[in-house]
């Protein structure tokens, strides 16, 4: 709607996870050179935990693209209170086919899978998005999974990515032995004053538009709104892209912000303007 008004060549806050719009602040960029050394490393697993929109399905993304052929890839983003199976799930993520619906069967079609794949000189990275929801008893699967690696290579890498409740239930006493495994671990926090500015320009360059298309203070009032969380960030300037459009402003000020706040306000979009930030640390293994 808005895009050729503004100049956009592409529509710059869509909440979609796009790689090729990742913002390199200081915390994404180190975060994904954690996650990196992970995998060059050999680490059984990796952990990247952060708050609801604060860009970690983006950064994964942004991973895996890096990923070069060595390293095969499969995605799980579809967790819930009640998953379960765990072996039938990785089987589909990897796209295997087991030759029976038995827990032994599935299991055999995995490690042989992962087996031909380190024969053939590539190692499996299972990605396990939204894992917060997993339960006690499917975490402590994953790690009796990862025992089918051997001693000085492993054939299996696990990267859990979640919510800060994830950090919580690792804690707990019955998982002492998983969060002993964990050897990289990230906590995404907001964006802070200034980084929400870069990260606004820097959204706006990509699409093609004018960096300075909002006022500082403009973006100000967003990151006050917003607290820097990426994809509140993002609601909060399509809105006020649309409102500058429909009023035929070349820019957007901090009294349009405000129209925008006020009139959204209450409503299913933007409802996220007083969420709870407070960073929960892990104390295992942290290396954030």
């Not at 006690?136 to 025992?147: C, D, I, P």
């Not at 089918?148 to 239930?169: A, F, H, K, S």
């Amino acid at each position: 709607m808005y895009e050729r008004h503004f100049g956009f060549a592409l529509k710059p806050f869509a909440l979609t996870p796009d790689p090729g719009f990742l913002y390199p602040s200081r915390q994404h960029g180190t975060a994904l050179t954690m996650l990196e050394y992970g995998i060059e490393s050999q680490a059984a697993f990796s952990l990247l935990t952060g708050e609801i929109g604060s860009g970690k399905t983006t950064l994964v993304h942004k991973l895996v693209r890096q990923l070069g052929e060595r390293t095969a890839v499969g995605l799980i983003s579809n967790t819930h209170a009640r998953f379960s199976a765990l072996h039938g799930w990785v089987l589909s993520a990897l796209g295997v086919t087991p030759p029976g619906n038995s827990e032994i069967a599935m299991y055999d079609a995995l490690t042989d899978h992962l087996i031909r794949e380190y024969a053939r000189g590539r190692r499996t990275l299972l990605i396990i998005d939204e894992a917060q929801n997993l339960s006690v008893q499917a975490l402590e699967e994953l790690r009796l999974l990862s025992n089918v690696n051997c001693e000085r290579d492993l054939v299996l890498q696990i990267l859990l990515v979640g919510q800060p409740e994830l950090r919580e239930t690792l804690l707990r006493a019955e998982l002492r032995q998983f969060a002993q495994r964990v050897s990289v671990d990230f906590h995404l926090k907001s964006l802070d004053a200034g980084e929400t500015a870069g990260y606004i320009r820097h959204r706006l360059e990509v699409a093609g538009g004018e960096p300075s298309l909002f006022s500082p203070d403009a973006v100000g009032l967003i990151h006050a709104h917003t607290r820097g969380v990426p994809r509140l960030v993002n609601q909060l300037c399509d809105y006020a892209l649309v409102y500058a459009y429909a009023e035929k402003q070349p820019g957007i000020d901090a009294q349009l912000i405000s129209q925008v706040v006020s009139d959204r306000r209450g409503g299913i979009a933007l409802g996220g303007l007083t969420v709870d930030l407070r960073p929960k640390p892990l104390s295992v293994n942290d290396a954030s």
